[in-house]
């Protein structure tokens, strides 16, 4: 009944011509003395006609009214006649938004122009923050429009009342889907506009994305394949630009002279009185950071060097409780916060027009996250984006000068969707089951009509649904794992979970996102504060001093998860660390960056002594940070090298330490990792020894004992080193695989439902899921080794966490460059960064200064000798 019933609205909305149902659009838009842009005004008609598809404009341009304001209309044309008719009202637009943060901002403008014209339309949230007593009454009586979040959608499918609550659905809106596309968040939400689909088959689905490099794909994703079909069908969703130019205006804080022996970190702190003096107290300011860490040093930094800021001076990241961060983005909204200092908790599109200016601390590694956090300034169509850089590392400038010539290119990185992950299915269709239930014949070709589901296979879909019933091959004596049972259905049988004590744990744990378990902090008598991991807090004693959301406490005691903290004077340098807070360089950055260092190496080859101005920009060094870089890159040069394009550098030499190699393929963190691990596996099947791998993003050093001949063993087996053929299985052997699956499982088991928490309460400690994970881990591989999970999970790691087609690709690209094999006297420009990351990985009674200090000497020394 459902499909007639929409395909009767678009008739009314035929019957009127799009202008006149789009009129009252117009009306509110002259009555704030706006024109429509032409894009809004395309996205509004392209809706009415039944289309579906992708808006990409610059952040700020009114893009949530382009995406809304075609739905408003027709449930405004449809109002009328539905009041006549005695239609029941219900739910017709949802707005999935991936941050609750988000609601609030998209539900006060949809509600701007609804309560000034006096719209008949009511606009809800629903989310995690939701109380029960009104998502009760959501269900009972619906609201028109519902915002909410890819975790709540799934959890209202998990309702034996959601065919009901979407059975007058006429669109969905995505939004910021190009950060939930490369996620099982993404996936998530696939599949469950897979099923709303099918409910509703002339759904219309529009998502709003940020500028990547693989729109087409983001919006085949976005709107889903026909019901049935393995590939894309018709008719191609839209995909609506804007000519709307937001030019990012970059400038570089660089320091009075360039170290020629720099370290990662080593400008950072040291930086902060430029920092201080670049920045203004009437200039309303996001500073970002890459990691929760960073944030938290960077705001006790400014803290202490501008007292005078006190107040209007904040720290924002997600680990800081809900309450306060949702104050800081009101208190910035109003003016009243000037500088905030922050994470990605901020990259997303809360709009505030008051800020002016983005400071970005180290580099962002990544074009679409420099896009994304520029456009948090100048928040509005027809605004230049303001971005400050400040570098923590003098080889960052590279980084920062090719995001210059990639920006001005309009090159952007690609996300790709995750490719069937089962643990989300699995989820997926347990949800269904504690919800209307399903019949697996009509849900297998509506989960394959999910762009990230379309080439999931016959075995695998039949492997999830015994696995689920049964609880596979060696859980079937478990009844807490055989989940779903069969109930009778017009064609067949559907699938149902009848326990409901199953069914409650289930609804309790919806989610794909993972993480260490957080221990909330909280003020002995007072309020709390946020959340750490709980391996830091298990590193504390009774008294010790750490600093976090901006605070300087001391720890008191833990109890039940609850870290219960008192503030002091005390002094400490410590600051909690969370997991997952490295990032590396895209694989887009990386060939800006060889493309940077070869331009640097062909100007320093065809133009050395030159001191005219203009020279720099005649030999290619025509960045600002290009320029401040040269005496670096000139020591470099002298020392070593600097390789061309089509050239690999490697070094040796010898220190007290032993024996290092250098190498450097600037390909970005993970991909060293992966490759530094696999030369040392290999190397050492050649002549066994101890090998320490240390990497960052420009390359990887080997370090083994005095006299171990990495130069002899270069010479004789250098292409086996480069060998393709064998990677997988050298990979494996290299990294320990198996230890590394074990890890990855851990999560897996957590969102298909194999561990859990426990009930609100009854929270179990991180080592308890882990040891739950471990065991069926063992479980399966002992028993079960062909369990699809344990496939996914070493899929993961090799795609994922190994970057293994990155590796792959690097080391084919490596194969056809001319090889660069330099003995250096010691380490030089480039080694130097490599040799400072592993010193600060090594337990001393002599901090990372002095030690670093001590080298710079050594090797100062060494060089006017």
Known sequence: MAKPALMADRGLTAKRGSAAVLAPIEAWFARQGWEPLVFQRQCWQAYLAGRSGLIQVPTGSGKTYAAVMGPIAELLAEDEAAAKEGSPAGLRLLYI???????????????????????????????????????????????????????????????PRAPELFGQLHCVVLDEWHELLGSKRGSQAELCLSWLRRLRPALRTWAISATIGNLEEAARAAVGLPAGAASGGDPEPLIIRAAIERPTA??????????????????????????????????????FTNTRNQAERWHQCLRYACPEMDGALALHHSAIDRAEREAIEAAVKGGAMRWVVCT??????????PVERVVQIGSAKNLARLLQRAGRSAHCPGGTSQVLFMPTHALELLEVSAMRRGLAQGLVETRRPPQAPLDVLLQHLTSLACGPGFEPEREWATVRSAWSFRGLSPGDWQWCLRFLEEGGECLGAYPRYRKLEREPACDGFRYVVRDKAVAR?????????????AVTVRFVRGAVLGHVEETFISRLKPGDVFFFAGRQLEFVRLREMTAQVKATTKKSSAVPAWAGGQMALSDLLSEGLRAEVDRCARALAAGPGQDDADAHVDTGLDTPELRALEPLLRRQAELSRLPRRDEFLVEVCRSREGSHLYAYPFEGRFVHEGLGFLWAWRLARQQPSTITVSVNDYGFELLAPRGYPFEELFELHGDGLLDVEHLEADLEQAVNLSELGRRRFRAIAQIAGLVRNGYPGQSRSGGQLQISAALLFDVFCRHEPGNRLLAQARREVLQEQLELPRIRSAMERLLGCHLLLERTPRPGPLAFPLLAERLNNRMSNESLLERIARLRTEAERAEAC
């Open 97 to 159: 938004t991936p941050l609750r943060a988000l609601s609030r901002d998209l539900a006060l403008a949809i509600r701007q122009p609804i309560e000034a014209m006096g719209w008949p339309l009511r606009v809800a949230i629903r989310n995690g923050d939701t109380a029960s007593s009104e998502r009760t009454r959501q269900l009972r009586r619906p609201p028109e429009i519902l915002i909410t979040t890819p975790e709540s959608l799934s959890l209202l499918l998990a309702n």
């Open 250 to 287: 970059i400038r570089s804080l660089l320091p009075e002279t360039i170290d020629g022996f720099p370290w990662a970190g080593h400008l950072g702190l040291r930086m902060y009185e430029e920092l201080v003096a670049a920045l203004d107290p009437a200039v309303s300011t996001l500073l």
């Open 344 to 353: 990605s908790s901020l990259d997303l599109g809360v709009d505030f027009q």
């Open 505 to 517: 744990l289930h609804r309790l744990h919806i989610g794909t996102i993972t993480a260490e378990r």
